[in-house]
Nanobody, 123 residues
Framework: QVQLVESGGGLVRAGDSLRLSCAAS????????MGWFRQAPGKEREFVASISRSGGSTYYADSVKGRFTISRDNAKNTVFLQMNSLKPEDTAAYYC????????????????WGQGTRVTVSS
């Protein structure tokens, strides 16, 4: 079992940056691919980024490539999402999740989910 708690969301202006964190409990954090998803009001949950167990491989949705960076610190059981050049269309609830599947990019591949943190980007 893995419990995930996100933090770092907030209200920012277009062009600003935010860094989301996701703290995991459990001794097997380093055994999971970690991912970030987001869900805007009235829309389906969509993949944002994932990172391999070691952190050596990452995968991004085209919509965030070049602006967002996913990273992890296995010693601290934490995964991060650095979001730069934010746009109003990035407004959503952001969720971190854990998967046994290498660099998974579909929600159904993730076994554990956090409760989400809200990001609002004003124009």
């Amino acid at each position: 079992q893995v419990q995930l708690v996100e933090s770092g969301g907030g209200l920012v202006r277009a062009g600003d940056s935010l860094r989301l964190s996701c703290a995991a409990s459990g001794r097997t954090f380093s055994g999971y691919t970690m991912g970030w998803f987001r869900q805007a009001p009235g829309k389906e949950r969509e993949f944002v980024a994932s990172i391999s167990r070691s952190g050596g491989s990452t995968y991004y949705a085209d919509s965030v490539k070049g602006r967002f960076t996913i990273s992890r610190d296995n010693a601290k059981n934490t995964v991060f999402l650095q979001m730069n050049s934010l746009k109003p269309e990035d407004t959503a609830a952001y969720y971190c999740a854990a998967s046994w599947t290498f660099l998974a990019s579909t929600a159904r591949s993730y076994e554990y989910w956090g409760q989400g943190t809200r990001v609002t980007v004003s124009s």
